[in-house]
Structures are given as C-alpha cells and as structure tokens.
C-alpha cells in the first residue's frame, strides 16, 4: 500500500514537473486548448440559447377560433367543452367580441380608435383562444374544431407555423453537426499539439522502456500532464464565458423589445457550461496525451 501511495505521487510530481520542464510546448497546448474551448464554449452557449428561443416561440403557437354570430351563450358553452374534449388540446380561453374590438384598438394605434366607435354594435366574434399541447399538433388541431358546429373558422397562420417548424428543426439539426465537428476538430488539434511536446521526449521513454518501466508506469506522468494542460486550458474560457454571459443577460434582458428573446437563466446554465468545458478540456488533455505516448512505448 505504501509502495502504491508513492508511486501515485511520483507520477503526480512528474506531471507537474514536466508542466514546467516543456515551457513554450505547455504553452503552446494550453493555448490551442484554450481557443478551443473558447469556441466550443461560445458556440454552445448560443445554440443551446437559439433553441431556448425557438421552443419559446414555437410554446407561443396558438390558435383562434372564430364562433359564429348566431351561436348563443348555451352553443358558445358547448362548443368549449367539445374543444377540451380533443386529446391534444391543452389550453382553452373564451374571447369575447367586446376583448376582440379592445385587441383590434390596441393593435392598430392611433388608427384604431375610431373602432370604439362600433362598440355598442360590435360586428365581431366572440372567439376560442387554443393551445395544443405539441405545438407540432397544431394543424391536426385546427383542423378537428373546424368540424365543430358553431364553428365559423379557425386561424393559425398555417404556412407560417409551417414555416416556423421547419426552420426551427434544420436550426437545431445543424447546430448539433457544427458543435460535433467542432469538437471533433479541437481533439484532433490538439492531439497534435501535445504529440509535438511527446516527440521532444521520445529518447526519455525509449531509455525508461529499455532499463524496465512498465508500460503503466511511462504513461501516468504523461496522463497527470494532459489532465493539468487541459485544466489550465480551460481557465481563461470558464472565467471569459462566465462574465460575459451575465453581461449579455443583464442587458439584453432590458434592451430588448421581443418576448420571445429569452436567454438560460444564467445560474444554473453559465456554471453548467463551465463545469462542461472543464470536463471538455481534462478529456481532451488525457486522450491527446495517451493515444500520442502509445507509439512511443513499442520499443
């Protein structure tokens, strides 16, 4: 046991010896480490946000349905439950034609006011105001209360919505592929990187190799090493993104005019990242260092 617990700190020693011992190389991979997760960490950052905004617009779908003028207050009621009746529905509002004309004004401005004066004889709909529960199902929906009676139509902005998906979904789809790529790219970069700093140290294995060092025992100096470059690589990432987020979302959240701009909260997200990124950076340093000192150990 006391035989183990110092071999564990004579690799511990080593890694950190040979931190020191490779200057400009440990530079150079905690750099190359450090840009990479500089961009891995901002490009997951901004898909993951896009898709909170995306699910947030696509949650904002709704529909209305139009109930005919000479449906009473009784068919009004009916027509409501068999609304709540169809499995997909998830929410239902009552609209009135008096909260229709007050939505017209509003919407219309300064122009609109002369609406009011229809108030007394309103010409509108009342209206149903429905949400499904998959905003996907939006369509099939609509499409059942239009065979509703009392029914006069239903307005979704069908193409749109349409539209809306498909964007939303080819989004998400490239977003993933890009971020994928990407780290496929910071590993093999970096792979490189630490192989250079291996290279300089090619003769020290073959003469630990030749005077009876097991394979295990060249290879957890090199494996401390890279877990420390990526650790140190990813220190100015972390702290970069974690003031910067909550700069961006402190003032995006008051310079921003549209709803559906929405940012992750950023605790517990920023802290999700960089706990991300740091886990990114020790794996990437680990896997560059062992699978660059295998080729060295066949002697």
């Given at each position: 046991m006391a035989m183990k617990v110092r071999t564990i700190r004579r690799h511990i020693r080593e890694g950190f010896k040979n931190?020191?011992?490779?200057?400009?190389?440990?530079?150079?991979?905690?750099?190359?480490?450090?840009?990479?997760?500089?961009?891995?960490?901002?490009?997951?950052?901004?898909?993951?946000?896009?898709?909170?905004?995306?699910?947030?617009?696509?949650?904002?779908?709704?529909?209305?349905?139009?109930?005919?003028?000479?449906?009473?207050?009784?068919?009004?009621?009916?027509?409501?439950?068999?609304?709540?009746?169809?499995?997909?529905?998830?929410?239902?509002?009552?609209?009135?034609?008096?909260?229709?004309?007050h939505d017209l004004v509003e919407g219309l401005g300064d122009e609109g006011h002369s609406w009011l004066l229809l108030e007394d004889d309103n010409p509108l709909n009342h209206a149903y105001i429905v949400r499904a529960i998959d905003p996907k199902e939006t369509e099939k929906v609509a499409t059942s209360i239009e065979g509703l009676e009392n029914v006069e139509k239903v307005n979704f902005g069908k193409d749109v919505v349409k539209l809306l998906f498909k964007f939303n979904s080819y989004a998400r789809n490239i977003g993933i592929v890009l971020v994928i790529g990407l780290l496929l790219t910071a590993i093999f970069l970096i792979s490189n990187t630490i192989k250079l700093t291996i290279m300089a140290r090619s003769t020290e294995i073959g003469i630990m190799k030749l005077v009876g060092a097991t394979n295990g025992f060249i290879r957890w100096p090199f494996f401390i090493e890279g877990m420390l470059l990526g650790i140190l690589g990813a220190v100015v990432p972390i702290t970069t993104i974690l003031v910067g987020y909550l700069y961006v979302e402190n003032n995006l959240s008051v310079q921003t005019a549209f709803s559906f701009v929405d940012l992750l909260p950023y605790n517990p997200f920023a802290w999700q990242l960089s706990l991300m990124l740091l886990l990114l950076g020790i794996i990437i340093g680990v896997w560059g260092s062992v699978m660059s000192v295998r080729k060295f150990l066949k002697v």
């Open positions: 931190i020191y011992r490779n200057g400009w190389m440990t530079i150079a991979s905690i750099g190359a480490v450090t840009m990479t997760l500089m961009l891995v960490g901002v490009f997951i950052a901004l898909i993951l946000n896009l898709n909170q905004m995306a699910n947030k617009i696509e949650q904002d779908v709704e529909m209305k349905v139009f109930i005919e003028l000479t449906a009473d207050d009784e068919d009004i009621k009916i027509l409501g439950e068999e609304i709540e009746e169809i499995p997909e529905v998830d929410s239902l509002t009552f609209s009135s034609n008096t909260d229709e004309l």
